[in-house]
């Protein structure tokens, strides 16, 4: 049985950034194992030839992607991932908001053109897409503790050590002796995948099954253009429709890159499901026809990622769930077994951002923390009882 001091699950932001952290504090017997083939978890950003996902290229290769997971995120009230954005040597950008929008009241009305507004404060967004970042962390990383199409199936805790019952890509199943488990995927995805060993405390495993997965029931789809026509109209790019599929739009255009259109889905996972992608993406083309005019009906390429339908993202709870934040649960147990061995890192478990990108930055940072913390008491209990023995 292989052995590491730490081994974190997930390699989406939380894990990539959890890792960097243990870096920094000179902590290199760790592990990252990463369920799909690629690494940024609900972060996917992708050219417009469709040929890269995130965790699989740079942004000077790539500088103009697409995000089809999230693609925004407040400098005014998140300064650590703003300042990290900095550090990484990032370029942020303002998201377009300047125009009119485009309104479509009822399934029965034509759509309406109404004065736009701007956000406040204003978002941003990456140049090279959210993926940028993924890229940028890992790039601090190194490979040999990192792998990707290995799933944790079982945690096994003895009170001493975790032992982790991992997936290869052929099935096998193999296993890894850890002192300690950082889990950087959300709560309550975890807790329908993962068998532990003892069973986690029934308070603490309740609250993870009850607490929603960002993005689990969203779908987006993004459209492609040669040239952003809707700003020559005096559009912004941004719509409502109580018509769909999409029930939100937006301008998804990168500064001297190509021109795009992105929405949110307000049709139900259960609908989409039953939907091949090719009619959903035809029914997007005419609702974009319908509200930004003629040119809208011939995107150079489109995208559809239906995070529903991801099994490292969504659980039977998460598919027509309404989609809200929620409370955000304990990190770890605060006794027995677990305490002390098992953290929870993921963006749900962030108290100020949960959910959000900013989310799994502060909660991986405060894992991190808990677990020198945690490795700390275990020590001087350690120390404690030799000198009892002695």
């Known amino acids: 049985m292989s052995t590491a001091h730490i081994a974190i699950i997930g390699g989406g932001l939380s894990g990539l950034y959890a890792a960097s952290l243990l870096e920094e504090h000179g902590l290199r017997d760790y592990v990252l194992l990463e369920a799909r083939d690629t690494f940024g978890g609900r972060i996917e950003s992708v050219p417009a030839n469709g040929l890269m996902v995130a965790g699989t290229g740079s942004v000077t290769e790539h500088p103009h992607r697409f995000d089809l997971g999230p693609a925004w995120f407040w400098p005014a009230l998140q300064p650590q991932l703003d300042r990290l954005v900095h550090d990484l040597g990032l370029e942020r950008f303002e998201q377009h908001e300047a125009g009119d929008m485009m309104v479509e009241r009822s399934p029965h009305e034509r759509p309406a053109r109404i004065r736009g507004y701007a956000s406040s404060p204003s978002s941003a967004r990456l140049v090279g897409g959210m993926a940028a970042l993924i890229d940028a962390v890992r790039s601090r990383l190194a490979p040999a503790r990192m792998m990707t199409g290995h799933p944790v199936r079982r945690l096994r805790c003895t ?3 975790v032992e982790l019952d991992i997936e290869g890509a052929r099935g096998q199943v193999t296993s890894l002796c850890a002192g300690h488990v950082l889990l950087a995927i959300p709560p309550r995805l975890a807790a329908a995948t993962i068998e532990f060993t003892p069973a986690l405390p029934e308070t603490l495993e ?4 009850r ?6 029931p969203h779908a987006k789809y993004v459209a492609v253009y040669d040239a952003p026509f809707w700003r020559e109209e005096g559009l912004s790019g941004e719509a409502r429709s109580a018509r769909g599929p999409l029930g939100e739009i937006y301008d998804a255009s990168a500064p001297g890159g190509s021109a795009a259109l992105f929405g949110f889905f307000g049709v139900p996972a259960s609908v989409r499901r ?9 029914h997007c083309r005419a609702q974009l026809t319908r509200l930004f005019g003629a040119r809208a009906a011939t995107p150079t390429a489109e995208f559809i990622k239906d995070w529903a339908a991801d099994p490292y993202t969504a659980t039977a709870a998460d598919q027509d769930a309404v989609v809200q ?8 147990a605060s006794s027995g077994v677990w305490h002390g061995r098992l953290v929870g890192v993921g963006s749900e478990w962030s108290p100020h951002f949960p959910g959000y990108v900013a989310g799994a930055i502060e909660a991986a940072s405060l894992g991190v923390r808990a677990l020198k ?5 275990q020590d001087a209990s350690c120390g404690e009882r030799n000198m009892t023995r002695s």
Do not use: F, I, N
């Not at 309740?206 to 099954?209: F, S, V």
């Not at 607490?211 to 689990?216: F, V």
């Not at 039953?274 to 035809?282: H, N």
């Not at 934040?325 to 304990?330: K, L, M, Q």
């Open 325 to 332: 934040h929620s409370a955000v649960p304990s990190a770890e």
């Open 206 to 209: 309740r609250a993870w099954r």
């Open 373 to 377: 913390d945690a490795a700390t008491r």
């Open 211 to 216: 607490t929603a997965t960002w993005m689990a």
């Open 274 to 282: 039953r939907v091949a992608d090719d009619v959903l993406r035809a």
């Open 159 to 161: 009170g001493h050590h």
